[in-house]
Structures are given as C-alpha cells and as structure tokens.
C-alpha cells in the first residue's frame, strides 16, 4: 500500500537556502548550529541565537525543523551539546539528528525528540529495536538494496516496532546529492592526511581529487580510465522514486548543506513534484525525463543510482567539479525595490546584462528568485542592455531587498 504522506527533507546550510527549501515546497528542513555537525567546515552553520528566528520561520511555513548534532563528540563538547539541546527544545525546534550516545541519551532526558543519524550505520532490524528505545524515526545506511529497506519496513510492521511516541518507527533514506566513498560517510582519509577530521564536520574532501596508483614492489604505474578513483557520482533516485517508496521510507532526504540555494529550490521541487505524482498515480516516464533535466541545470557530479539498486561497486565521476548544464555569473546587487510599482533598481558591479536573458537573485531573506529580463530602464529610457557600471531597473513581480546578489543564467560549456 502507498505511502499516505511523503516528507521532502531539504539542506539548510545558510539562510538563501533555508528560503529556498521553502520555496521549494519541503516539508522540512535541516542544519547545523556552531561546531558539531558533519558539515561544520563546507556549510555556513547557524548560530544558538539564529535558533529563534529558524524556529519562528518554519513554524509560520508549516515546516519542520531539524538540528544535525550528528559528530564525535568529545568531554569538552558535551556543555555545547547540552546548550544547543536545551535552547532547540526552548525554541521550539522539532528534533536533534544524532549518532553519539551521549547526545541520543541527554536529548532523551530533557524530552527533546531525537532521528538517529546515518553515521550510526543500521543495516538490520535488531538494530532499529535497538535504537526504537529513543527515536521515532530512524535514517537508514546508505549502503542498503531497497530489497534490505523492504525487508526493514516489513518487519517494522510485523513486530510493531513503536517509538516513544508510540507510533510505528518511521525510516529517512538519502534520496538525492553526494555520496561518501566511505560506508555511511565514516572517513579518515582527511584526518589521515591533513588532521582535519570528517568525523568532526571538517572534511576536505580529498578524495575528488585526481590520484595515480603505483605498486610499490616494481614501481608499475597502474592504467586507470577513471583517475577520479575515490569520488563518487551524485546519487539520484528521481527515475525510480516508485521503487523506492514503495520499499517504504517515510522520509526522503535531499544532501547538500554546502551547495547553493538554487540547487535546493531546484532539487526540492523535483523531488516535491516526483513525490506528489507517486501519490496521485501521474508518474510517468515523460515527468522523469523533464525531472531529471531540470536536476542536471544545478550543481551535480554526474548522477546514479547508488546501491539502492543492488549494485555493489560505485560509479566515479570522470571530471573535478560540477557537470551541471547551467552556471551562473555574478553582475552586481539590488539597491532598492519600489513596491507600488513592482520595479527593482540593480547595480552592475560586473559583465553585462540583455532583454531576454535568465537571472537568479538570492538573499537571505528572499531565497531564490528565477525569471527572465523582459524589459529594462536606464535613467528612466528603455534599453535593451545594460553593462558595468550601470544602475538599471526593470520589472519585477517579487519583493526583493538592498543587497540581493543578482546572477545571469547561462549554458554551462
């Protein structure tokens, strides 16, 4: 029987992305706050006093709120630990996504609910009796086959293995963005090599770069297609989100705390949209294709299909970086909005700008805003291009504010 609710959980890792996620249409919404999350040096983490406004902001958007204190924690983290719990659960955050005991266990004295991280690796359902003890939701290792996932959620109903709550444990999977060459993203190549440790959100991702493999008895150079050994494709789901929640989940979780805001919005409605047509029996291959190319247009390594399908070795990407289709070039920033006309004032810092190109605006407070010049103002005459230096105005059917980076949207080459 299909799932009679599918909840979109999108990476907030600054506020142009947290709007994005709204905007996009998620459900909920996680981020880091200070130091202990896993993507405490690739995202910009929120702040104890940011907490309010978080909270404030997704319970007027009906959404939920997830903190990530998810790393190793060590002794002289534990009085951080115990305040960011204590003022998430003030503030009226909705669970601490966790993996180290000592974090799992205080959440649970004071009440606040807790989602048991993927860092925990849980691959059987021994293990989510285990953790049923403190969680009501409980994310799944990424390595599994939807075949293990079925299994899982069968067994879950069959025992009634209940949460806190007294509900059916509920499972999240990674449904979308990068994965790990580790099991579950426990790594120690970065620790290893420039004692800065992934297990402590300080990953510098080492294993995207290019390497060369020498047998060190004869000097033979090994011949590799790919020199990108150890960094894998993007996971995507989105041509086979049928199979997936039908194994299921509850919970589908889009990765990239430390990606742009337009990726999020990007990612969260085709997921948002793919999930709504599983619901309503419209999932087509057609509405896969057009998914699929407007997920190619943001960042991405190139996409698979992780293990899901019981495949056991990984797809490497071939090139460094993104393949996405499109890129964006910075022009300058908004001045002013004037709200009576619905008119945006810019300034080119950079480049130029024509009637008839794609432009993205973002902003901390506006997220992500995509349209296309239609018609522009120069010292009140209309032109049909601006450049470097030019302040110029144009309509706009957004309120925008002082300071929203304004980009053009070009083919990527």
Request: aromatic residues 8%.
């Amino acid at each position: 029987m299909k799932n009679k609710s599918i909840e979109i959980m999108s990476p907030a890792g600054s506020w142009e992305s947290l709007q994005a996620a709204i905007q996009g249409g998620a459900n909920s919404v996680y981020f880091g706050i200070e130091q202990l999350n896993m993507r405490a040096k690739s995202s910009n983490n929120f702040t104890l006093d940011d907490l309010i406004e978080i909270a404030s902001l997704c319970i007027k958007n009906n959404i939920k709120s997830y903190i990530t204190l998810n790393t190793i924690i060590y002794d002289h983290d534990l009085i951080l630990m115990q305040k960011i719990i204590d003022t998430a659960k003030k503030e009226g955050i909705n669970a601490i996504i966790a993996s180290d005991q000592a974090v799992i266990a205080y959440a649970s004295s004071v009440q606040m609910k807790v989602h048991i991280s993927t860092q925990i690796n849980i691959t059987n359902i021994e293990t989510i009796r285990f953790y049923s003890n403190f969680a009501d939701v409980i994310v799944l290792s990424r390595e599994l086959s939807l075949r293990q996932i079925k299994n899982i959620t069968n067994e879950i109903e069959k025992q009634q293995i209940k949460g806190p709550s007294g509900n059916l444990i509920q499972l999240e999977i990674f449904a979308h963005g990068a994965l790990c060459v580790a099991v579950s993203g426990k790594c120690y190549m970065s620790l290893h090599t420039t004692n800065s440790s992934a297990n402590r959100g300080a990953c510098i991702q080492n294993c995207r770069k290019t390497y060369s493999v020498t047998d060190k008895e004869d000097g033979y150079q090994f011949d590799i297609d790919n020199e990108y050994i150890m960094s894998p494709k993007d996971l995507c789901t989105i041509g086979f989100l049928n199979q997936v929640l039908d194994s299921g989940p509850n919970i589908l979780k889009i990765e990239g705390r430390g990606r742009s805001p337009e990726y999020v919005k990007t990612t969260t409605q085709c997921y948002r949209e793919a999930a709504d047509s599983y619901l309503n029996g419209s999932y087509t291959k057609d509405k896969i294709e057009g998914w699929i190319t407007k997920l190619k247009t943001v960042y991405n390594r190139g996409f698979w299909d992780g293990y899901y399908l019981g495949q056991k070795l990984g797809e490497w990407t071939k090139t460094h970086g993104s393949k996405a289709t499109k890129k964006k070039i910075y022009l300058g920033k908004a001045k002013k909005y004037f709200t009576n006309l619905q008119v945006a004032e810019f300034n080119i810092e950079s480049f130029n700008l024509k009637k008839g190109d794609n432009i993205l605006i973002t902003g901390t407070t506006t997220g992500v805003i995509e349209t296309i010049v239609d018609e522009m103002r120069n010292n009140d005459k209309l032109v049909t291009d601006v450049k470097k230096g030019d302040n110029f105005s144009m309509k706009l059917d957004y309120f925008i504010r002082p300071n929203d980076r304004l980009y053009k949207v070009v083919n990527a080459e």
